[in-house]
């Protein structure tokens, strides 16, 4: 399970998702993640649904891989939409109805809403950000793009520097309790027997050694900075300079008619596909 996990994972390639600024991708994630909110009818989502099928086949990353990614997510997304099921309630005839237990057809649409919006979610935003860009470039771009905070001295790099860290060590983290865990198995541990509160306390020896080896990981990694001669953003120079190139302005015009193809089909669409059902 958890080497599924590809969370803050960089695929290098050469796609156009790889070659777009940094800056245009963190923004196309951001138009992106609204317009799927905005997203009211069966059509709409079905627009979002097609549209991040083409962002993976745009980024020339395995469809099996960014499946894979929401492998270890699928359990918070299956209860939530159980949740949704039995406690939204509509104003059709029920469905079923059996004691306290009443399934109405919004729950049922409601459901599938919510795990079609947080799939597509998950899978654009790191599609298009996380898989295509290195740590480095996302530094850079979120920096440039909140420079404008310096005028009220806001610490923009030491932000940007921290955000790129915690994706960076993701993958490393993920790799070290996978580590720790076959250990403990070796020493005779069982992490797959018993219930929730017997397996919740058979992970305490993991998080132990986990913890202290991130702030083993913390320090080396101040130690290395410092050798280097890190000292913030003070006289920093940068070996790339950003630059948009026509590859940003085709994304942003590809993204632009995605969100305006969702408009349309929640005003033109929605009463005959939306099944009376207004989120």
Known sequence: MLKDITLGQFFPGNSVLHRADPRMKIILAIIYIVFVFLAKNSAAYLLAVGFTVLLVLLSRIKLSVVLKGLKPLLFIMVFTAFFN????????????SYG?????????????????????????????LTYTTSPISLTDGIERLLKPLKVIHVPVHEFAMMMTIALRFIPTLIEETDKIMNAQKARGADFNSGGLVKRAKALLPVLIPLFASSFRRAGELATAMEC??????????????LRYSGIDIVLLILFAAFGTGIILMNIHLGFFLNFGMVL
């Not at 237990?101 to 049922?108: A, D, F, N, P």
């Open 100 to 128: 306290i237990i009443t399934i109405y057809r919004e729950g049922l649409w409601f459901a599938a809403v919510m795990i079609i919006r947080v799939a597509c979610i998950l899978a654009g935003s790191s599609v298009i």
């Open 228 to 241: 280097r001669c890190y000292r913030g953003d003070n006289g920093r120079t940068r070996m790339t300079k």
């Open 85 to 96: 099921i039995f406690w939204t309630k509509g104003e059709t005839v029920p469905l079923f």
